[in-house]
């Protein structure tokens, strides 16, 4: 059973920075892409950024330029640095691992990933 857990979610004032972990347990292909996703009250879950085996790497407008994903095949972890942080990136934070081998086309399609941690609030306050 694939298992990801996220950590490192809190309030945070406009303008700093925090560093979600996701934890992968279980069989887990680590050739797939792993994502992060993110839902704010009232709307759908959006994407984020993506990175694949070989940490080429995608980010949705927003925050590009201000966050930063990366992960660790050997430890089976992925991390999202977020600085700069805005009122708007206020969001439950979701990691996700690839369902299949898909291109980076399918990265930002929440339907691509088949694995779901339970979510970090992060809380960005003025």
């Known amino acids: 059973q694939v298992q990801l857990v996220e950590t490192g979610g809190g309030l945070v004032q406009a303008g700093g920075s925090l560093r979600l972990s996701c934890a992968a347990s279980g069989w887990i292909l680590s050739s797939y892409a792993m994502g992060w996703f993110r839902q704010a009250p009232g709307k759908e879950r959006e994407f984020v950024a993506a990175?694949?085996?070989?940490?080429?790497?995608t980010y949705t407008d927003s925050v590009k330029g201000r966050f930063t994903i990366s992960r660790d095949n050997a430890k089976n972890t992925m991390h999202l640095q977020m600085n700069s942080l805005k009122v708007e990136d206020t969001a439950v934070y979701y990691c996700?691992?690839?369902?299949?081998?898909?291109?980076?086309?399918?990265?930002?399609?929440?339907?691509?990933?088949?694995?779901w941690g339970q979510g970090t609030q992060v809380t960005v306050s003025s």
């Open positions: 990175i694949s085996w070989t940490t080429i790497t």
């Open positions: 996700a691992a690839a369902r299949g081998p898909y291109g980076s086309s399918r990265w930002s399609d929440v339907n691509a990933y088949g694995f």
